[in-house]
C-alpha cells in the first residue's frame, strides 16, 4: 500500500540553526500538507501546497518557514532559524484530488536545544 | 471560525465495555469528518471517514461512528474496548475549499484497565 514518507524520524537541533524536514509523497498525489503537533497538545495545519505553490498557511506558518518541492517526489519543510518553541512532531500529507482523504507520514520529531 | 471540540480530555474504560467518544464540530456545511488514532510516540492513523452516504460508518479495529446532522457530532464508539486500543484519539474535520485542509480536535486520551 502507498504511504507518505518523512525522515528523518527524529532530529535534535541546536537554536538558531536552520532544519529540514524531508517528506515523499505518494507519488500520484497532487496536494500536500504540514502539519504540526507540539507535544500534548493537538495537531495544527501549518501550510497547503499545490500546483507548486502554496495555497494556504496558518498564522503559525511565519517567515521562518517555508515549504518546497524541489524535485517532484519530494516536499520539504524548511525552518530558517529554529526556536525551542519550534519543538514538535510534524506530520506530512498528501491528497490525490480534491474531496478524498489526505494520507498522513509517521512525522518527524524534531527538537531544538 | 470552524473549530472541532472533544468534550472528553481522558477516558478510562474496562477491558471489554463500550466506548463511546464525542465530537462536535462547527462549520458552515456539512464537513468531510475523520477520526485518528495515534499510539504514543507514533503516527496518526485512519479510524474511518465520513464523505457522504449512510450516516453510519465502520471502519478498522472494529470501530464505528455516527455522523448526526442535527447535533453536529460525530461520536466514535466501540461495542468491546481491547487493552490495545489504549491510545489519543482525535476527531477531524476536512474543510470543503479547494485545497481540503483538516481541523483536528485536542483529542480525547483512552486507557483502559484490566
Known amino acids: 500500500e502507498p504511504e507518505v514518507t518523512q525522515t528523518p524520524s527524529h532530529q535534535v537541533t541546536q537554536m538558531g540553526q536552520e532544519v529540514i524536514l524531508r517528506c515523499v509523497p505518494i507519488?500520484?498525489?497532487?496536494?500536500f500538507y504540514w502539519y504540526r503537533q507540539i507535544l500534548g497538545q493537538k495537531v495544527e495545519f501549518l501550510v497547503s501546497?499545490?500546483?507548486?505553490?502554496?495555497?494556504?498557511k496558518s498564522e503559525i506558518f511565519d517567515d521562518q518557514f517555508s515549504v518546497e518541492r524541489p524535485d517532484g517526489s519530494n516536499f520539504t519543510l524548511k525552518i530558517r532559524s529554529t526556536k525551542l518553541e519550534d519543538s514538535a512532531m510534524y506530520f506530512c500529507?498528501?491528497?490525490?484530488?480534491?474531496?478524498?482523504?489526505?494520507?498522513f507520514g509517521q512525522g518527524t520529531r524534531l527538537t531544538v536545544v | 471560525a470552524q473549530s472541532v471540540t472533544q468534550p472528553d480530555i481522558h477516558i478510562t474504560v474496562s477491558e471489554g465495555a463500550s466506548l463511546e467518544l464525542r465530537c462536535n464540530y462547527s462549520?458552515?456545511?456539512?464537513?468531510?469528518l475523520f477520526w485518528y488514532v495515534q499510539s504514543p510516540g507514533q503516527g496518526l492513523q485512519l479510524l474511518l471517514k465520513?464523505?457522504?452516504?449512510?450516516?453510519l460508518v465502520q471502519g478498522i479495529k472494529g470501530f464505528e461512528a455516527e455522523f448526526k446532522r442535527s447535533q453536529s457530532s460525530f461520536n466514535l464508539r466501540k461495542p468491546s474496548v481491547h487493552w490495545s486500543d489504549a491510545a489519543e484519539y482525535f476527531c477531524?474535520?476536512?474543510?470543503?475549499?479547494?485545497?481540503?485542509?483538516?481541523?483536528f480536535g485536542p483529542g480525547t486520551s483512552l486507557s483502559v484497565i484490566p
Open positions: 501546497f499545490y500546483n507548486n505553490e502554496i495555497s494556504e
Open positions: 477531524a474535520v476536512g474543510l470543503k475549499t479547494s485545497y481540503d485542509k483538516v481541523i
Open positions: 462549520y458552515g456545511a456539512t464537513p468531510y
Open positions: 500529507a498528501s491528497m490525490g484530488e480534491v474531496n478524498t482523504e489526505a494520507f
Open positions: 507519488s500520484n498525489h497532487l496536494y
Open positions: 465520513y464523505f457522504s452516504g449512510d450516516t
